[in-house]
């Protein structure tokens, strides 16, 4: 009767150990929230890289902290989920992990314990080609996405990227916004069905056809998900951004490296109109941002506007009445192959900048934006790959209302190296680079910088 009582009693607590496991990965990671001082934590990233026939790729992770932190690294795609692998971040490191990338549907889940770190991806398309795609990870999920950098001109190839890593089916509607014209509500992106730790690609271009700028509004009515906007040039180029989980009445898309010819890309999702304000910062006075200096764009529309600049720059975007928009950079390359970002909605004054670097010869750079009345000094850290000694540092400062570079040769230390960055006020942070052949012009990416969201963590 013993032996009996003992086995119900196990069964009973493996149950109840099962139910708990069962609704806690239907809830999903909870969004982390801010750690205690000296108290571990945990956190997710959700990385919807894409791909394609031949690519590679490689999840970035950077540790600022004093201890090394445990990541689990699962890869979802079409089918069934990879085997996780777990990998150890150095303290005050960086870890390249090669992922796949084949497919247009690729995406990595990581799952961190015992820390933070920060992640970001480089997806690079097939030789001959130089297409370079950077972007930070997502680090939630969440029931609505927005992205506006999709091209489906003649030639090109634009996909949104969603991904489930959880363990219940999600359910979402795509909406596909365009200048001009109502929205594009396509009866078979309705109740759209994504399997349980699966990602699935979107092909824009198979609904909407002859458009610069196409508009993605993603609506979750079953679980939650993240999202990222993939386009491929009919010349190999690559350009990845992140979508964002809400607008905002702001934005900030620092921008350097390429030809000095860029594009805003506007989207406001709602019924009501916008008149945006905005201003060009580099190393001089602010100016108007050209035609996107001060102009009205009506709801529920994309639009483009030309911007050049000259070395490290910023456009600052703002809405009169704080009327939500969502807006990319798309900067043009030296080469075939451009950038783009989603930029940040606010300063902060923590970053980590992921690599953006793909092959040598390269020039990589940091864009320093100090939005604000009064000058902030800046710390840099490498993040280097490996283990050993801290990565070298440096300080400078950046006069109020301008933008900076990193100091000439600093970052060629060690150019596929994170960086840390610290400072006394507020600032926005971009990485970007030119690299590979043609004397190191042929690829080009840019990363905004990730928030360091966790007091605690050791860094300054």
């Not at 496991?21 to 929230?33: F, L």
């Not at 796949?100 to 480089?122: H, I, N, P, R």
């Not at 906007?229 to 350009?239: A, Y």
């Not at 970052?411 to 690299?435: F, H, M, N, W």
């Amino acid at each position: 009767m013993r032996r009996i009582g003992r086995g119900v009693l196990a069964l009973a607590v493996a149950g109840f150990v099962v139910v708990g496991g069962i609704a806690a990965e239907r809830a999903g990671p909870d969004a982390p929230a801010a750690a205690v001082r000296g108290t571990a934590v945990s956190s997710v990233w959700l990385c919807p890289h894409g791909g394609g026939e031949g690519w590679t790729g490689t999840i970035a992770l950077a540790d600022p902290g004093p201890e090394p932190v445990d990541v689990r690294l699962t890869e979802l795609s079409t089918g069934a989920p990879s085997a996780p692998v777990t990998i150890t971040v150095p303290a005050g490191h960086e870890v390249l992990q090669p992922v796949e990338a084949g497919s247009v549907a690729d995406a990595t889940y990581l799952e961190v314990f015992g820390g933070w770190v920060a992640a970001g991806w480089l997806v690079r398309s097939a030789p001959p080609s130089q297409g370079l795609g950077v972007e930070p990870c997502a680090p939630a999920a969440s029931r609505t996405w927005y992205t506006n950098d999709s091209d489906t001109q003649q030639g090109h190839r634009s996909y949104l990227v969603v991904m489930n890593p959880f363990s219940i089916e999600a359910v979402f509607d795509v909406a596909l916004f365009r200048p001009r014209l109502p929205p594009v509500r396509s009866a078979d992106w309705i109740d759209l069905t994504l399997p349980p730790a699966s990602s699935i690609a979107l092909n824009v271009g198979a609904k909407l056809l002859g458009q610069e700028i196409v508009g993605a509004e993603i609506d979750v009515s079953r679980g939650r998900v993240a999202m990222a906007s993939l386009s491929v040039s009919p010349d190999g180029g690559v350009r990845s951004v992140l979508g964002a989980p809400a607008p905002s009445a702001t934005a900030f898309l620092p921008v350097a490296e390429g030809a000095g010819q860029a594009e805003l890309a506007a989207f406001v999702p709602g019924a009501q109109g916008v008149q945006f304000v905005t201003q060009l910062l580099s190393a001089v006075s602010p100016q108007a941002a050209g035609t996107a200096g001060d102009t009205q764009q009506p709801g529920a529309s994309t639009a483009g506007y030309p911007i050049i600049s000259v070395g490290p720059s910023s456009v600052d975007v703002t809405s009169v009445g704080g009327v939500p928009f969502v807006a990319t950079l798309r900067a043009r390359g030296q080469q075939h192959d451009d950038a783009a970002t989603g930029g940040a909605v606010a300063p902060g004054s923590a970053w980590i900048v992921s690599p953006t670097v793909d092959g040598e010869p390269s020039h990589p750079q940091l864009v320093l934006v100090d939005p604000g009345p009064t000058a902030v000094q800046v710390t840099l850290r490498l993040l280097t790959p490996g283990s050993g000694p801290a990565g070298p540092q440096v300080t400078i400062t950046v006069a109020a209302g301008r933008v900076a570079g990193a100091p000439k040769g600093f970052l060629e230390k060690d150019d596929r190296a994170a960086v840390l960055v610290t400072a006394d006020g507020p600032i926005v942070v971009l990485g970007t680079s030119t690299s590979g052949r043609a004397n190191g012009l042929a690829s080009y990416g840019s990363a905004v910088g990730i928030p360091v969201p966790f007091e605690g963590l050791g860094v300054g």
